[in-house]
């Protein structure tokens, strides 16, 4: 997120956006990251299990990702059009799960959405905290189609290194003793 940490509110969804998934879009997609039958050739995939062509997941979580980073890049101009300083993001960690629930067909409009799950200051980084964001994805059916929780770091802001770990990164920071420490 683009807030600090300690301004992030648990279960707030945010809506992301909505995609219209278009036949030669969903091919060429899977022609490039997920080359199978069922998500490249109309004719086969009608006899498929399937039933007809669908996305690939990885394309749904695609989108979905985008809308995502969309999103938090908006929220930061927000912020510093409001005279205000965003806060900072962080790597993520991983994905704790990730689901394909309903096959996205030609034509579908999926609708994203993000909730913050649950936060908590990291034991192992100090200065960042663990978000775990939720994003949801349904039809315009109301169908669920895509669900992932994954983790992110995400600053604090009030984080106040100690003496031991501004020495530190002072020590680092200087040529002769970086080349010390990093001996050992």
Same mark, same amino acid.
């Given at each position: 997120m683009?807030?600090?940490?300690?301004?992030?509110i648990i279960d707030e969804t945010h809506n992301l956006g909505t995609h219209k998934f278009e036949l030669a879009e969903m091919i060429r997609f899977s022609k490039m990251y997920d080359n199978q039958y069922y998500h490249t050739d109309p004719e086969l995939a009608r006899?498929?299990?399937? &039933?007809?062509?669908?996305?690939? &997941?990885?394309?749904?979580?695609?989108?979905?990702?985008?809308?995502? +980073?969309?999103?938090l890049a908006d929220v930061e101009r927000q912020i510093l059009d409001a005279g205000e300083k965003p806060g900072i993001s962080g790597p993520s960690p991983g994905i704790n799960s990730m689901s394909f629930t309903t096959p996205v067909r030609d034509g579908d409009v999926v609708s994203y959405e993000m909730t913050i799950t649950s936060k908590r *200051?990291?034991?192992? +980084? $100090? &200065?960042?905290?663990?978000?775990? +964001?939720?994003? *949801?994805?349904?039809?315009?059916?109301g169908e669920l189609v895509y669900t992932q929780e994954s983790a992110g770091f995400s600053k604090l802001r009030d984080f106040k290194p100690s003496l031991k770990m501004r020495l530190q990164?002072?020590?680092? *920071?200087? $040529?002769?003793?970086?080349k010390l420490l990093l001996k050992h």
């Open positions: 683009t807030r600090w940490f300690e301004d992030i006899h498929s299990h399937f &039933g007809g062509l669908i996305a690939s &997941g990885w394309h749904t979580a695609c989108v979905g990702h985008r809308y995502m +980073v969309d999103y *200051k990291s034991a192992s +980084v $100090p &200065g960042w905290g663990i978000l775990i +964001v939720q994003i *949801k994805a349904h039809n315009q059916r990164e002072w020590a680092i *920071k200087q $040529p002769l003793l970086r």
